[in-house]
């Protein structure tokens, strides 16, 4: 029998015929319906999706497994004695592989979140959902962690299906509380290392061992993590992308017709038939359901683009599968893009995602630069006090002030600040030298004095330097607040 005479003839068993429409498993929602998850009556259809393991299954597998370890392994890997990203509320600080960030380094924070944004336009206008597909932590959680528990202790789809349709049993209860205990222990786990991340682990371990009273925030946190994650992967699933994440209508703005896309060849696979022995003209599609089957929102690829696709490639690795088998070439289901799908030829670099790369390594660039550039420690002056300034019984003006020093540096600086014009000012400080251990943020109070002459308009520059026994200095500019001419301020 020649290859293009042969059926398709999954898992290896006997030819089947094709399943009449009220015995498939898998009904494909009729054209007009916009959510493949719905069933006619409007009820959700859970999805069961085969896995095809194939050349994409095997990438986004390790990814996945490289991803799920990187966020166990963080809040443990010590980098400058604290976990290699931390983020310390307590302390208001940041800690990522070492560095330390601040609240008040709004220049940093500002070029990471533009280079995040730019970063994520330019991915979607090049590769499409190829981040949905193979990196967002929904896929990687629900495919490589959620489902894989689900097949150990329900069976593979068929079985899943089968047991949903029983009624409730002692063994159906049996398998659904040892499915679900197991959904909730790994939610623990992944919530109390979120958890980890702001508390770091070598205080929230002991924490929860020795004094679970005293930790009681962290622990209703962590509950209600773990609930919102057993929820989200334990039934709420494919919707959360189609339905809830505005990723996927932010795409549709990105996409242009050289965007990456898994699409079907439409010229080669049709027109598609069942038939056992297939007639010269029929198209390379035997019409046998494994890409929908296998698809985790229950698309049918071959219908052309829809918004639900999320670029898993799983109905790629299905479709090469059922061509290896009967023979033909592979690609029937393909990466591609729109223009290649009209016979063209796809544009890797266009005009949009020239200018999002641009932005981007504009943005990355000057974020790194910051980074590079940052000094040892940081001063801020701001206005203090209740009133913009005070008048005292000499006739001079009085403004407070507070100075805030941020030590950036694994050494304690010791500050001193002065004031270089106008010479008639007088600085008192709270403090002085201003002593700021390693790591750490002070503030304190500071009154300038200054001789009512010196307003103009009721204002008075003032320029403090600011020096450190570390070699730190800086020169900063204030406005003072002052009476205009001849008028009285707060007595
Ligand atoms: S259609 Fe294919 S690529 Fe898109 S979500 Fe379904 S399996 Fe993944
Ligand atoms: S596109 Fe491929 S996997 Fe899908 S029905 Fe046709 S032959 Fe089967």
């Known amino acids: 029998m020649s290859a293009e005479a ?3 003839v999954p898992n290896g068993s006997a030819p089947v015929a094709a399943p009449a429409a009220q015995d498939r498993i898998f009904d494909v929602a009729p054209e007009e319906e916009l959510l493949y998850s719905l069933s006619a009556d409007g009820k959700r259809k859970f ?31 010590k ?24 609240p008040t380094e709004n220049l940093v924070l500002l070029a990471f979140g533009f280079s995040v944004v730019v970063t994520v336009f330019f991915v979607g206008s090049t590769f499409g ?52 205990t197991l959904f909730a222990l790994v939610g623990l786990l992944m919530a109390a290392n979120f958890v980890a991340y702001f508390t770091s682990w070598e205080a929230l371990g002991p924490g929860l061992l020795h004094q ?91 219908r052309g683009l829809q918004v639900e696709c999320i670029g898993t490639a799983q109905c790629v690795d299905a479709c090469d599968e059922v061509m290896r088998k009967l023979g033909r070439p592979t690609g029937l289901i393909k990466f591609t893009s729109e223009r290649e799908q009209q016979g063209g030829i796809r544009h890797l670099w266009r005009p949009r995602n020239l200018a999002y790369l641009v932005l981007m390594l504009i943005a990355w660039g000057t ?37 805030r020093f941020t030590n950036q540096s694994q050494e304690p600086h010791r500050f001193t600040i002065e004031v270089i014009e106008p010479r008639d000012v007088s600085l008192v400080l709270s403090e002085s030298p201003v002593v700021v251990a390693a790591e750490k943020v002070v503030t304190i109070n500071a009154v300038a004095t200054v001789p009512r002459r010196l307003f103009v308009n009721g204002q008075a520059h003032v320029r403090y330097l600011v020096t450190s026994d570390h070699g730190f200095r800086r020169e900063m500019e204030f406005l003072l607040l002052g009476p205009f001419n001849g008028s009285g301020g707060a007595q």
């Not at 004695?81 to 592989?97: K, N």
């Not at 925030?217 to 994440?245: E, H, K, N, P, Y």
């Open 6 to 8: 042969r059926a398709y």
């Open 47 to 77: 999805m069961h999706p085969v896995v095809h393991k194939g050349h994409f299954w095997r990438i986004r597998r390790n990814i996945g497994y490289l991803l799920v370890a990187l966020f166990f392994a963080l809040p443990l890997i």
């Open 79 to 102: 980098v400058g004695g604290y976990p290699a990203v931390f983020f310390d509320f307590e302390s208001r600080r940041t800690h990522l592989f070492g560095a330390v960030f601040h």
């Open 129 to 180: 959902r190829v981040w949905c597909g193979f990196g967002c932590p929904q896929t990687v959680y629900l495919e490589f962690l959620f489902r894989p528990i689900e097949a150990w202790v329900e069976g593979g789809p068929a079985k899943q299906r089968g047991l949903n349709r029983e009624p409730w049993n002692a063994r159906k209860v049996r398998i659904k509380a040892v499915k679900w």
């Open 212 to 302: 679970p009273l005293e930790w009681k925030g962290a622990i209703f946190t962590i509950s209600f993590v773990a609930a919102l994650i057993v929820f989200d992967f334990g039934w709420f699933r494919d919707q959360m992308c189609t339905i809830a994440c505005p990723y996927g209508r932010l795409q549709n703005v990105l996409s242009d017709k050289d965007t990456l896309l898994v699409a079907y060849d439409t010229t080669r696979g049709e027109p598609r038939t069942r038939s056992r022995v297939l007639l010269p003209t029929a198209g390379a599609c035997v019409d046998c359901n494994a890409c929908v089957t296998a698809c985790p929102t229950g698309v049918d690829i071959r």
């Open 367 to 403: 974020f790194a630069a910051l980074i590079a550039t940052r000094a040892d420690a940081m001063v801020e002056v701001v206005r203090g006090g209740r009133e913009p300034y005070r008048m005292l019984n000499s006739g001079d003006v009085a403004n407070q002030q507070r100075f």
